[in-house]
């Protein structure tokens, strides 16, 4: 049972490289979110998406991209790294009612 | 916009104290679900408790109990014993009651048990 698992669990980009976070959850949850840990700022809303095929921006899109082809895998994109994104990136996932979401164990990305 | 205050950035107690951490809310929905979650130095995010915005009873699970209150926007986390496990952040959070597009999380208190 292995619930949310992210890849890679820790990772160093170069400013102006792009890289994707894997996320795949395995408990056939409809809604699925990217959310990063900043210090003193709490877990903040990057995207999120109720559905394969269906995505949404959070508090804090600028920057990512996501996509959602099928129910079980929601990557998030950085598309030109930069400083600003060195942080903690956790995925989630839940059913369609807020009962309490399943996190992965996140990664952890600096940009130099 | 919904908005959780964790006004308690650092909270540093000795083991066997009772110890209560403060979560403050703001939203215009007048229903809504509240939260707990712990996140020890590991670094996983557990989830403890859920609260809906109709049900006010305060919860008790073991050493841990849930204080919620609607006329003042709280909903607080206490502790009792502590023990040096307890140490972690802990994070309250809010999001609507019929999605969870937008759950939002406070900044986490940071409680430090020390034998």
């Known amino acids: 049972n292995a619930g949310v698992t992210q890849t890679p669990k820790f990772q160093v980009l170069k400013t102006g490289q792009s890289m994707t976070l894997q996320c795949a959850q395995d408990?056939?949850?409809?809604?699925m979110s990217w959310y990063r840990q900043d210090p003193g700022m709490g877990l903040r809303l990057i995207h999120y998406?109720?559905?394969?095929?269906?995505?949404d921006q959070g508090e804090v899109p600028n920057g990512y991209n996501v996509s959602r082809s099928t129910t079980e895998d929601f990557p998030l994109r950085l598309l030109s790294a930069a400083p600003s994104q060195t942080s903690v990136y956790f995925c989630?996932?839940?059913?369609?009612?807020?009962?309490?979401?399943?996190f992965g164990s996140g990664t952890r990305l600096t940009v130099v | 916009a919904q908005k959780v205050t964790q006004a308690q950035t650092e909270i540093s107690v000795v083991e066997k104290e009772d110890v209560t951490l403060d979560c403050v809310y703001e939203?215009?929905?007048?229903?809504?679900?509240l939260f707990w979650y712990k996140q020890p130095p590991s670094g996983e995010l557990v989830f403890l408790i859920r609260?809906?915005?109709?049900?006010?009873q305060n919860e008790i699970s073991g050493r841990y109990s849930w204080n919620f209150q609607k006329s003042t926007s709280s909903f607080n986390f206490t502790i009792t014993a502590s023990q040096v496990v307890d140490s972690a952040v802990y994070f309250c959070?809010?999001?609507?009651?019929?999605?969870?597009?937008?759950?939002?999380f406070g900044a986490g208190t940071r409680l430090t048990v020390k034998p």
């Open positions: 989630a996932s839940g059913t369609a009612k807020p009962y309490g979401y399943t």
């Open positions: 408990m056939n949850h409809e809604y």
């Open positions: 998406s109720v559905g394969a095929g269906i995505t």
């Open positions: 939203t215009r929905d007048t229903t809504y679900y």
């Open positions: 609260r809906n915005s109709f049900d006010e």
């Open positions: 959070a809010l999001s609507g009651y019929d999605n969870n597009n937008d759950m939002r």
